[in-house]
Each structure stands twice: as structure tokens, then as C-alpha cells.
């Protein structure tokens, strides 16, 4: 008499439907709390890149003090221009007294529509304040 053997069926390969919506749902969690981590430090990169120019035309303006006994009315007159990294995201403006003694306020606004728009202004003056210090 014949015995009949039993025979396993072939093993399946690849992911059942359960087993990718799982891995789905795990990339989507990470993405939740990856995205607007890196998106905050974007916005500080840029603030650092504004802050920094802010800074050089600080000390660019006490050098031209020295030399001319004023201030330099403009970012020309300074040897600099603003760039694209800042300008971009960035709106420079000066400010300038000729009050005695004199003055200036140099400031980098965000520019509205760009992803820098909910990110304050930055301003440093001629004594090097800087505000404001939440910021800085």
C-alpha cells in the first residue's frame, strides 16, 4: 500500500498589505516629527546668516568712524553688498545720524511671503546693541 506523503506548500515571498501600511504609518510618524525640526533649523541658519552680515556692517561702520569721523550713509560707501543668502530672506536697511555724536542702526527685516516672514527683525546700532535678545 502507498502512503501519500504531505507536501508543504511553497513559502510566499514578499509583504502582506498589513505589513507595508505598518511601514507606512511608521514613515509618516517620522516625517511628522522630522519635518518641522528641520524646518526650525533652516529658519536659524538663516537668522545666523543675517545676524552675522548685521555684525560685519558693525564693524566695517566703526572702521569707516575712525577713518572719516562718521558714518558711512550706505552699503556701497561701506565696500559690501548684501548677499544672496541674506537677501533672499532679508530686507538690510541703514539708518544713519549725523547727529553729534553720530549714529546708525542697521537692520535685517524678514521678507514677507518667504519662509522667513514669521522671524523678527534683527537690529544692531553703533554702541553694538543688539535686538532684540531673544534673538541673538
Do not use: C
Request: aromatic share 8%.
Amino acid at each position: 500500500m502507498k502512503t501519500l506523503a504531505y507536501t508543504h506548500p511553497a513559502p510566499r515571498r514578499g509583504f502582506t498589505l498589513i505589513e507595508l501600511m505598518v511601514v507606512v504609518a511608521i514613515i509618516g510618524i517620522l516625517a511628522a516629527i522630522a519635518l518641522p525640526s528641520y524646518a526650525k533649523y533652516v529658519m536659524r541658519a538663516r537668522r545666523a546668516d543675517a545676524q552675522a552680515f548685521l555684525v560685519d556692517v558693525a564693524h566695517r561702520q566703526q572702521q569707516y568712524l575712525i577713518d572719516a569721523r562718521a558714518y558711512a550713509p550706505d552699503l556701497s560707501t561701506l565696500g559690501t553688498s548684501v548677499s544672496t543668502q541674506v537677501s533672499t530672506y532679508y530686507t538690510i536697511s541703514m539708518v544713519v545720524s549725523t547727529a553729534t555724536p553720530p549714529t546708525f542702526v542697521a537692520t535685517a527685516a524678514p521678507i514677507t511671503g518667504t519662509a522667513q516672514a514669521s522671524d523678527g527683525s534683527l537690529t544692531i546700532d553703533n554702541n553694538g546693541a543688539k535686538t532684540p535678545s531673544s534673538l541673538w
